[in-house]
């Protein structure tokens, strides 16, 4: 229970790897906020796992994409936690396109709701973890981030972006004893990956020295590590979490 007494907020955590996440985190001792813009009905599952292990949560339905939502979700958590130890910045979607066809709303919503969240929250965290002298910030990038990828120009720019960003707070926040790192997955199971069709599927794993894409909750006990103690000297780092497929 290493993460006994301390709350941590998951963007986007209702489903996917933003819920095994949450359940990583709560089952290390931490009381758990996370949000959701529209799966209210796994939200809602979501909250009786997580008072099933015992631990205090909260669910707020938001906007990753707007800064007056990120605050707003921020000041919720403090008045009801009265504290805020951990961020995971997980919010993300896709809209997969060659650039030639790509329309500019679908870059819009990419960078907004991928990068710019990543601003939105930790920017309305920093103060709370400041005044504590303690804070850690897990920003979900990708590995696409790192190698880029054709049809997912503005994926890999908002995944990109978060690296530099992780990098720059890590050295903002560190005489605050603020930690900021980066994940970058590969290929997940999760309902991104679960459209992919055979050959799709076949391409993915040729491109992977494991030869299997990755669990959700391969990611969350990474997720678990960067936010324990264990980790209290690490800060501005990427870790690939990709079965190989950056190297």
Do not use: C
């Not at 896709?94 to 819009?108: G, I, K, P, Y």
């Not at 930790?122 to 910030?137: D, E, L, P, S, V």
């Not at 679960?194 to 020295?209: C, F, G, M, T």
Request: glycine share 8%; no cysteine.
């Amino acid at each position: 229970m290493e993460l006994e007494s301390k709350v941590a907020l998951v963007t986007g955590g209702a489903r996917g790897i933003g819920r095994a996440i949450v359940l990583e985190l709560a089952r290390a001792g931490a009381d758990v906020a996370f949000t959701y813009k529209s799966s209210a009905q796994h939200a809602e599952s979501l909250v009786a796992e997580v008072r099933a292990l015992g631990r205090k949560v909260l669910a707020v339905e938001a906007d990753a994409s707007s800064a007056k939502s990120a605050a707003e979700t921020v000041e919720k958590i403090i008045a009801v936690f009265k504290r805020l130890d951990v961020l995971v910045n997980n919010a993300g979607i896709t809209r997969d396109n060659l650039l030639l066809r790509m329309q500019e709303e679908d870059w819009d919503s990419v960078i907004q709701t991928n990068l710019k969240s990543v601003f939105n929250y930790t920017k309305a965290a920093t103060r709370t973890m400041m005044g504590q002298r303690y804070g850690r910030i897990i920003n979900l990038s990708s590995v696409v981030g790192i190698t880029g990828n054709a049809g997912q120009s503005n994926y890999a720019a908002s995944k990109a972006g978060i690296i530099g960003f992780t990098k720059s707070m890590a050295k903002e926040l560190a005489s605050r004893n603020i930690l900021v790192n980066a994940l970058a997955p590969g290929y997940i199971d999760t309902d991104m990956t679960a459209s992919l069709n055979e050959e799709q599927r076949k391409a993915v794993l040729d491109a992977i020295p494991l030869k299997r894409v990755a669990k959700p909750e391969e990611v969350a006990k990474v997720v678990r590590f960067l936010a324990s103690p264990d980790a209290d000297y690490i800060t501005g780092q990427v870790i690939a979490v990709d079965g190989g497929m950056s190297v």
